[in-house]
Structure formats: C-alpha cells, structure tokens
C-alpha cells in the first residue's frame, strides 16, 4: 500500500485573491507568440485547482492520487499541455539525438500532474512557476549548450543502475523508476527498521520500495555505496558503457540492474532539490529544499542554497518530520558508520566533507591539475569548469579510498555501512558543451575511473561481496538550441507586471524585481 502522503498535513498554496488580476497578466504576457518559443508553459493554483498554461492549450486538474493516477478533474481547453506523460519517449543516444530539442506537442512530462502538485505544497512556492522549453538557452548563464529544470522527460531523466549483494541481475531492461524510490528502496535493502507504525522506511516518503531490483534470497549486504554523477544523462552514460568507454558502468550493470527509461528527478529538476530528494524519499515541495533558490514572502527573504557559500548549511531547510537516509540508518544501528562525500544533503551521516566546512576547518586543496589520476589533461587546462570540479572529484576520491582503507587525514575509521559519493565534473561538462559533446565523454571517462578507484578500494577492504551499489543522477540534460533565447522577463516588464523571478522561472507576483 502506498504510504501516505506528507502533503496531507500541508496546504496548497494559491495566491492573494489581490494577486489574482496580476496572475493573469501575466499569463496573457507569458502566452505572447514572442516567448513561445522559451515558454514551454506556466504553472500555478488557481480556484482550487491546479493549471498548466502553454501558448496552445491549458489544463485545469485537481491533485491526483499518486505519481501515476489521473487527476479526477481534468478539464481541457485546446491542447493538453501536460497530456503526453510516457517514460519512454527519446530512449537511446540515437533516439535522443535524432530529435533534439522536441517541440512542445511531440514531448513528454512523466508524472506530469504529481509533479506540479507537489511543488506548490512547498510553504514558498511561486504564484507562478514558467517551465522552460526543451531548447531554450538561457544566455544569463552564460551561454550553456546543456541545460536542465524543466519538466519534459530528457531534463528529467536521471540513469539508474544498481549492482551488488542483494540486487537482481537483469541487466539493462526497459523500465523506470522515481528518484524519490532509491531511498526507501536501498533502507529496505539494508535492513532499515521502519520508521513507524504505518510500515514506511523514511518519515512521509512520497517513493515506494522498488521490490522489483531486489533479490532477498541473496541475503542483505553489510554495505551500500551510492555514485551521484551529478547530471548524467543515461543515454550518453549507457552509451559510453556500451561502447566499453565507461568499463566500470559497464561492470556494475552486467553484474545488476539498470532502468533504460531511468530514473525521473522531481520538479524543478535541479541539483539541490533533488539531491534531497534521493536522500530523503520525498519530492521538493515537500522536504523543502524547493530550488536553488527561491523567495519566502513570510520572511522577505531570497534563499539560496545552491553554492559553495550554502552548501554546507542547505539543510536546514528542511521540513520537519523529514528525515534522511543517514538518520534511518543511525535510528535503526545507533552505532554504526556512514559517510557522506562532497553531498550536501547529509544530515546524520557520521563523516561529511560539509563538516570541515561547518567547522570552517577546511583541508588545503591544491589548484594543479597536472598530477592528478583519472583527470583529462586538455580539458583541464582549457576549460576553468572542467579543472574545479576535476579538483573537488579527486578530493571525492581521496575521501572515499581513505576511509575504505580505515584512514583518511589521520583519522581512522570504520568500514561505513552506507557511503555516498557526490561526483560533479559530468554536470560542468555538459553544461558547458551539451551532453553529446567531447568535453561531456572526457568527463563521463574520468569520473568512470574514479567509479573504479572506489570499487577497487572496497574490494582491497574485503568486502566487496557484501556490498551494494548504486549508481544515478540527480536530474537528465539536454542540449539546448542557440537560437531559442527568447526573454520572459522582459514581456512582463513590457506588460508592468511587478514580479520577482527567483531561480529563472519562480515568479512572486508584486515582489521586488531580483
Ligand atoms: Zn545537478
């Protein structure tokens, strides 16, 4: 039976009744033939029910009852702009490429009626939330050939494999999961008591155990050890394993399983959020880690969490009654060890590397790539992205290496029954030059070593067979279309709407303007 929902305790936010006549200018200016291209849709709660706004159809709905049940309500005017929500679409590197930045009436929005309703339970949600289209490039950024947040299924996809004791081995099979399932999924896998009566493994969870990739005749593993490749696209990852350019992706999915249709991030499908949300089981309007940043009208207040300045102290923006993956395991074996590297979402992990920043007992970290293992030497000298998050990668590693080995900076420590390791140079990369770049297959190489570097160091600690892996992604990536640029701030500023936009795309109606 399906947990219930945490959202049963919250309230659907819906705007001012005085902010109500600016809702809807600016829609009108949203829906200007001069944004359409850029403006996939626009979201947001209205006489009780939820909408979705495109320039050529709306949907009005109410809150369905789960990730894939239809809405009770669903009233249509034009084109569905949330009607195709398949897990399939664009599968494969061919597939993909084939059909780059799909337009909106060929797309798909997987989950697409949960995955509005849940953000805007979120106590700071926006009046309105504009979701990008699949090609818009967004030039305040810099001019990145990769991007992701939106809805559709390539920004959302996320790859998802998962290897080790206890795990099925189905090899690659044509199937997807949430992102909010890996946490509930891997408690169950371990042994994680529950964490109440009602039977679910993470307080509120909004994911289900995927049964379906375990194997209980194979008896639990004495250690998990989960890979984020931050920004992965599956189709590009799976690809390069394939091809036997990712050896050690390649190793863990023969030796398991891997979901060709991935698994799909929540919405926004950006890093912190979800982060979170693999870690907590719960979507981003509720564990309340809402974007990168947003704005809290009842404190007046912008929050950022996304950077290096509010990393280490993101968590706190969680909602309370959430809980982690690293507390489910501390409540359910006080003692035992976890290890959280370079991961921001680590409340209850007994070792962080956020820690030494909380501490403000920050390790030296020398800025030369030129010795550094698994690092690509041209992109590291060329590309200023490439090279910090090479450093901060290989930091990753010494981490996880050293606590493997039982010392780390003259620590030691104990084997950890759960460590998770944040890799970041893939999601720089693809930014940087579009997942089907060769810029984002250096970055997918390097950081599959490091992949390999971990697994040779559990395997030195003797316990490899007892062990479990998992490897994903916090949110898909897609390649953006340069002429697609087109401003929506500047058709609400034409039409004098007074409008805050936090994060690109979380507009609160008569705030300030960023
Ligand atoms: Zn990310």
Redesign the pocket.
């Known amino acids: 039976m399906a947990p219930e929902n945490p959202t049963s305790t919250m309230t659907t936010r819906e705007p001012d009744p005085a902010l109500r006549e600016l809702s809807e200018q600016a829609i009108t200016a949203l829906r200007d033939p001069a944004v359409a291209p850029s403006v996939e849709m626009v979201l947001r709660v209205a006489d009780g029910l939820y909408e979705a706004i495109a320039p050529d159809g709306r949907v009005r709905f109410d809150r369905p009852d789960g990730p894939d049940a239809e809405p009770s309500t669903v009233t249509v005017e034009g084109r569905n702009p949330l009607g195709d929500r398949s897990v399939d679409r664009f599968v494969g590197l061919e597939t993909e490429r084939g059909s780059l930045h799909p337009d909106r009436t060929t797309n798909s929005y997987p989950h697409g009626y949960d995955q509005v309703a849940q953000l805007f339970d979120h106590a700071a949600a926006p009046d309105l939330c504009v979701v990008h289209s699949a090609g818009h490039h967004w030039p305040e950024s810099g001019g990145h050939v990769g991007e992701h947040g939106s809805l559709d299924v390539i920004q959302a996809r996320a790859p998802f494999v998962v290897a080790g004791r206890g795990i099925r081995r189905h090899g690659m099979i044509d199937r997807s999961i949430r992102l909010v399932d890996v946490g509930p999924t891997l408690a169950e896998l371990l042994g994680v008591a529950p964490h109440d009566d009602t039977g679910e493994f993470l307080a509120g969870t909004d994911g289900v155990v995927r049964h379906e990739l375990l194997d209980p005749h194979d008896g639990r593993p004495k250690h998990v050890v989960g890979f984020l490749f ?2 992965a696209n599956p189709n590009v990852l799976y690809d390069l394993a394939a091809s036997g350019d990712a050896p050690n992706v390649a190793r863990l999915i023969e030796a398991g399983t891997a979901l060709r249709f991935g698994a799909m991030s929540g919405m926004p499908t ?2 912190l959020a979800n982060h979170t949300s693999i870690l907590t089981g719960r979507l981003p309007g509720h564990h309340g880690v809402l974007h990168n940043s947003w704005y809290d009208r009842r404190i007046e207040k912008s929050i950022e969490t996304n950077s290096l300045a509010t990393w280490a102290f993101a968590m706190q923006h969680l909602v309370e009654g959430t809980e982690t993956l690293f507390e489910a395991i501390r409540r359910t074996w006080p003692d035992t060890f976890t290890a959280a590297v370079d991961e921001p979402c680590d409340r209850g992990a007994a070792y962080s590397t956020f820690d030494f920043f909380r501490s403000g007992d920050v390790p030296e970290i020398s800025s030369d790539t030129s010795e550094l293992p698994y690092t690509n030497p041209a992109y590291a000298t060329s590309s200023l992205g490439y090279a910090a998050w090479t450093i901060i990668d290989h930091q990753a590693v010494e981490q996880a290496v050293g606590i493997w080995s039982g010392r780390y900076r003259d620590q030691s420590y104990p084997l950890p029954r759960f460590m998770w390791i944040n890799f970041t140079v893939i ?1 720089s990369a693809m930014h940087e030059g579009g997942p089907h770049s060769d810029i984002a297959e250096a970055a997918i190489r390097d950081t599959d070593a490091r992949l390999g570097a971990v697994l040779d160091a559990v395997e030195k600690a003797g316990v490899y067979d007892d062990t479990a892996f998992v490897l994903l992604a ?2 898909g990536m897609e390649q953006t279309n340069p002429g697609v640029r087109s401003d929506w701030d500047a058709v609400l500023r034409d039409a004098e709407v007074p409008v805050r936009n936090e994060a690109c795309g979380f507009l609160y109606l008569n705030e300030p303007a960023t």
């Open positions: 931050d920004g950006v890093t999601d916090d949110h």
